[in-house]
């Protein structure tokens, strides 16, 4: 038996789309999601009992973690051994380093690392269509978060098209001080603002084209969020951050997914480095990443 560490990625959304809300509840979107080199780390070891510990990295808010029982990766795990019918057992250990509540799907990346991690130590050879299925169930992100890269995402945002992408984009992720945002909050304050929205969600056509010219400047023009008004009115700072950025000399800034994080298109690493010095000055977390890079994936296997 032996110890499985499997790593997940955040993600960007490059373009997020939303239509107005379904009958279920939930917003169409149209969305391009795009994996970016931050990280989550889930490592697994064999054991007759269960038990999920989590570790923040220093930029991590460790005091907005879920409580121990009530997190996604306990759910990933109750999800996976019901389709095996088989019991929940193992030592989870969490390490975060993506942003917790932040639009980056850092919840979403543990619950398909844990997936992953889980379906090698129970040696259960999940079918990944079955995984994907287990995923979707979980929450909107989470193939997004099993599959990574750079992909289409439509219905809720489960329904998955890869997009090739060989650019190399450089961003700085720049985590806001103070609370994260709950998604749902954004999306009623986003159903507040756009009484009139369409059922029919942005399409993505501009930004696609943008990622097949490897162009940092066309992406940055092509960058689109609809949750954006909604994060900006719930927490007024972020228009402050995204300005500072732009004016730093980024492409483009926009809100992650719900937010609060920001993100912003820079031309290359350099550049990148540059932009985030600068927003050092008024912002406790300033990150670089690059993407797209891989869903989630094994990284060691230790003999135990
Ligand atoms: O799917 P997930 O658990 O991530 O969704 C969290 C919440 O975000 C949902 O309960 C819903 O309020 C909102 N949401 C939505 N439309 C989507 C995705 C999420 O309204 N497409």
Same mark, same amino acid.
């Given at each position: 038996m032996s110890a499985v560490t499997v790593r997940a990625a955040a993600k960007i959304n490059l373009h997020l789309g939303v239509g107005r809300p379904r009958p279920d509840g939930f917003h169409p979107l149209v969305t391009v999601f795009h994996a970016v080199s931050l990280y989550d780390d889930v490592t697994v070891t064999p054991a007759d009992d269960w038990q999920v510990t989590t570790?923040? +990295? *220093?930029? #991590?808010?460790?005091?907005? &973690?879920?409580? +121990? *029982?009530?997190?996604?990766v306990d759910r990933a795990a109750a999800a996976l051994a019901r389709h095996h019918a088989r019991p929940v057992t193992g030592r989870v250990e969490v390490h975060k380093s993506i942003p917790v509540a932040g639009g980056m799907a850092g919840g979403s990346a543990d619950a398909a690392a844990a997936l992953v991690a889980l379906d090698r130590v129970w040696d259960l050879g999940t079918s990944d269509d079955d995984l994907l299925a287990l995923a979707a169930e979980l929450g909107s992100? #989470?193939?997004?978060? &099993? #599959?990574?890269?750079t992909a289409l995402g439509e219905g809720r945002g489960e329904l998955l098209t890869p997009v090739a992408d060989d650019g190399s984009w450089w961003w700085v992720v720049v985590r806001a001080a103070g609370d994260g945002l709950s998604t749902p909050a954004v999306y009623r304050r986003y159903d507040e603002l756009r009484p009139d929205a369409s059922p029919e969600p942005a399409p993505a056509g501009v930004p696609l084209a943008a990622l097949e010219t490897r162009d940092p400047e066309l992406l940055a023009n092509a960058l689109h969020n609809d949750l954006q008004a909604a994060a900006v009115d719930l927490r007024p700072d972020l228009a402050d951050t995204i300005a500072t950025g732009e004016a730093a000399g980024a492409l483009r800034g926009l809100v992650s997914g719900s937010g609060p994080t920001c993100v912003f298109l820079a031309r290359d690493a350099d550049h990148a480095r540059e932009v985030a010095g600068e927003l050092r000055d008024g912002h406790p977390t300033v990150l670089v990443a690059h993407g797209p890079v891989a869903g989630a994936h094994v990284v060691t296997v230790e003999a135990g």
């Open positions: 570790h923040a +990295a *220093g930029h #991590v808010d460790g005091a907005a &973690l879920p409580d +121990a *029982g009530d997190n996604i992100d #989470v193939p997004f978060s &099993l #599959v990574g890269g």
